[in-house]
């Protein structure tokens, strides 16, 4: 008797063994099949969403190239500057993206980060202040002693050799800096390339 007791407790024991593994497994089975219907709906949805949002692109391009093709059609001085204004917007977008990755550069490698609000704030409150109020701004400027002409002359002649002399260097540095910038830009350090019907 204590065997067939022992025996149908062991067989019970391993009974609820192998039920609870199987419930266990079953139990991971129906949450990883649940997780991957999940997800295969939310590619779904995103592939909607994407194909949704190349539908908007394609309809907003074309509206946008028809607006571009009908400006192309007016002539006359406003034909001329639609077609100026078109020309300067591949450059411009050009020099931004270049303007932007400098600056990252600059900024990462100098370790600068943008100032924060309160500073922001604090720096800049009082300039648009005195912008919301142009007319008092106007009216410290005429009433300032510094902007007066006399005020300016006496500065001038109270200057030492030595400052006219910095003055002069200064002005000569400015001056070659931008010559040198021109001839850069012409890539040519007199005149520029072509003849002279180029430029009417």
């Known amino acids: 008797m204590q065997i067939s007791l022992l025996r149908s407790s062991t067989v019970r024991q391993l009974a609820s063994r192998r039920f609870a593994s199987t419930t266990a497994?079953?139990?991971?089975?129906?949450?990883?099949?649940?997780?991957?219907?999940?997800?295969?709906?939310?590619?779904?949805?995103?592939?909607?969403?994407?194909?949704?949002?190349?539908?908007?692109?394609?309809?907003?391009?074309?509206?946008a190239s028809g607006l571009g093709n009908s400006l192309g059609k007016v002539g006359g001085r406003t034909g001329q500057l639609i077609k100026g204004v078109e020309s300067l917007i591949p450059p411009?977008?050009?020099?931004?993206?270049?303007?932007?990755?400098?600056?990252k550069l600059v900024f990462h490698g100098q370790n600068m980060y943008p100032p924060n609000i309160e500073t922001f704030q604090k720096t800049f409150s009082p300039i648009i202040d005195k912008l919301k109020n142009p007319r008092a701004l106007i009216n410290s400027a005429s009433a300032s002693a510094t902007l007066q002409p006399a005020s300016i002359l006496a500065r001038l002649k109270a200057f030492t050799p030595r400052e006219y002399a910095q003055a002069g260097v200064l002005t000569a540095e400015v001056i070659g800096f931008y010559t040198v910038g021109k001839m850069i830009g012409r890539r040519k350090i007199v005149g520029y390339r072509g003849g002279n019907n180029d430029h009417h």
């Open 25 to 63: 497994e079953s139990a991971s089975q129906a949450a990883s099949r649940a997780a991957s219907k999940a997800q295969d709906a939310a590619k779904q949805t995103a592939a909607k969403a994407q194909d949704a949002a190349k539908v908007a692109a394609s309809k907003l391009m074309s509206a």
């Open 92 to 103: 411009a977008i050009y020099y931004a993206k270049v303007a932007k990755e400098l600056s």
